[in-house]
Structures are given as C-alpha cells and as structure tokens.
T-cell receptor, first 114, second 114 residues
Framework: AQSVTQLGSHVSVSEGALVLLRCNYS??????LFWYVQYPNQGLQLLLK??????LVKGINGFEAEFKKSETSFHLTKPSAHMSDAAEYFC????????????FGSGTRLQVQP | DAGVTQSPTHLIKTRGQQVTLRCSPK?????VSWYQQALGQGPQFIFQ???????QRGNFPDRFSGHQFPNYSSELNVNALLLGDSALYLC?????????????FGPGTRLTVL
C-alpha cells in the first residue's frame, strides 16, 4: 500500500522568501512522485514529477523538488515566493508496477504575504 | 490542443437521486481516471477505465459506477446519493503506454447533495 504525508496543512511565507513544502511517502515499490497545484475552484495542474531519472526535478513556475530515497521524501521548494504562488499544493505517489492510480496527500495551503 | 474537459461544472441533487458526470480526455489519451475530492482533503481515487473496461478501483461502494466509450470519453454514475457524496469530482486522462503515465486533470464537477 502506498501513502503520502504532507507536513503542515498551512504554510505562510513573505513575498520573496523561500518556499518549502514537505512530502514524505511510503511505497513498497520504487515510486513515481508528483506535485500538483490547485487554485481556488479549479482542477489540478502538474508542477513536476519524479520518474527515476535525475533526483533533482525542475518544474514549472520556478519550483523544484528533490527525491531522497533514504529519507523517503520529495519536498517542494522555490527560492523566492510570488503572490501568484498562493494555492493548495498536493504531493502524490503512484505505483510504478502498473497500477497507476495516484495516492494523494491531504494538501498544503500556501499563503504569500506581501 | 484541448485539455481534459468535464461537464457539468456544477450540479445540485437531493438525497436518493442519481447523477451522471461526463469527461472528455486530452487529445491522444486513452485512459480515464476519476477522483473524489471532499472539501479540505486531497483527491481520492475512484476507478480507472482503459479500453472500455474498469482497470482498477479504489475503496468506493458499488453505487459508484462508470463507463468508457469507444472515443475514450467517460461517464461517472452515482446512485442513491448521500449527503457525503458532496464533493468535487475530478477526471484525469493519461496514456497507458506512456512511460510515466502522467495524469492530466480537468477542472472538475462540483456536486452538492441536499
């Protein structure tokens, strides 16, 4: 069984500050890992994905995430927050063995203060 | 390139009624997955369709059923609606043969059960 834990349901940062959203996963097989962003009243938009290539993954809008197998983590970072980054962020894991269903964390709401 | 589309955008039903939600996948995709996102939570996997067959199912009762058509579009049906079925229903499409099986999400259908 797979699971995802996102530490911190709410994170608040100042504009221009570092963004760090935490994600830890559990998987019995090597995972595929994803970060999605959800703006109010919208669906999910893919930010980035890890698929066993480079452990440091770069995504859209300046976000990146690092896969650390020893820590079972896939934290999302952005060097400098922008007001437009305010949204809900979801980490997800899928089973590389072929089941393909995504298991999501409970989400982290990012607030960006001016 | 059209993305994933869903209809209707919003729907209000009463307890005990039945509802049908529709999804058209991204061009070139052959697999459709459905997720339920309750307020303040991460999406939960309902089921996945490929080649008009249910390929995988999450932990949802038989009241939830689906269908995939030859053009890859899909329907989600929910019978005997309960108050707890109120949620955002998300459709995601992907290409089964794709090496990463990235799922692309539609904007969702907001179902309210009164």
């Amino acid at each position: 069984a797979q699971s995802v834990t996102q530490l911190g349901s709410h994170v608040s940062v100042s504009e221009g500050a570092l963004v760090l959203l935490r994600c830890n996963y559990s998987s019995s097989v090597p995972p595929y890992l994803f970060w999605y962003v959800q703006y109010p009243n919208q669906g999910l938009q893919l930010l980035l994905k890890y698929t066993s290539a480079a452990t440091l993954v770069k995504g859209i809008n300046g976000f990146e995430a690092e896969f650390k197998k020893s820590e079972t983590s896939f934290h999302l970072t952005k060097p400098s927050a922008h007001m437009s980054d305010a949204a809900e962020y979801f980490c997800a894991v899928s089973d590389r063995a072929g089941r393909r269903a995504l298991t999501f964390g409970s989400g982290t709401r990012l607030q960006v203060q001016p | 390139d059209a993305g994933v589309t869903q209809s209707p955008t919003h729907l209000i039903k009463t307890r005990g009624q039945q509802v049908t939600l529709r999804c058209s996948p991204k061009s070139g995709h052959d697999t459709v997955s459905w997720y339920q996102q309750a307020l303040g939570q991460g999406p939960q996997f309902i089921f996945q369709y490929y080649e008009e067959e249910e390929r995988q199912r999450g932990n949802f009762p038989d009241r939830f059923s689906g269908h995939q058509f030859p053009n890859y579009s899909s329907e989600l049906n929910v019978n005997a609606l309960l108050l707890g079925d109120s949620a955002l229903y998300l459709c995601a499409s992907s290409l089964l043969a794709g090496s990463t099986d990235t799922q692309y999400f539609g904007p969702g259908t907001r179902l309210t059960v009164l």
